[in-house]
């Protein structure tokens, strides 16, 4: 599989894994869902943007590489505060595990390909 379609995967896959995580956190009332949560969705914009539209340039690896790094940092936060124990017994409570996981794992993993293709276009310049 070519660099920049596994990239373009995890990094789409990370950013539908920060929405659910996002939705998730203001239905249980971890996030009060008012105007300034919207600031969430403008770093997704960008995010996406980055992915769809800036790949394989420069600009769009440095950029999926911060919004990759905020990813893997939701799960990092929330299994150090206190109350996931708890939300994993409440309903629901195995998707937001899951969502956290798997988020880490994409964006990692994104972290990961980013990295790569900077240190590519490096090498070729």
Do not use: Q
Not at 35 to 52: E, N, R
Not at 108 to 120: A, D, F, N, P, Q
């Amino acid at each position: 599989m070519k660099h920049n379609v596994m990239l373009t995967t995890a990094s789409l896959l990370s950013i539908l894994l920060v929405t659910f995580h996002l939705a998730d956190d203001i239905v249980r009332g971890m996030e009060p869902g008012t105007l300034p949560d919207l600031a969430g969705v403008l770093i997704l914009v960008v995010w996406l943007f980055a992915t769809l539209v800036l790949a394989e340039r420069r600009s769009g690896y440095v950029i999926v590489l911060l919004g990759s790094l905020l990813g893997a940092a939701v799960p990092v936060f929330h299994m150090k505060g206190a109350g996931v124990g708890e939300i994993a017994k409440s309903s629901g409570g195995f998707f937001f595990v899951w969502t956290l996981l798997a988020l880490g794992v994409t964006a990692l993993l994104s972290v990961i390909l980013s990295v790569r293709g900077l240190w590519r276009l490096r090498r070729a310049g």
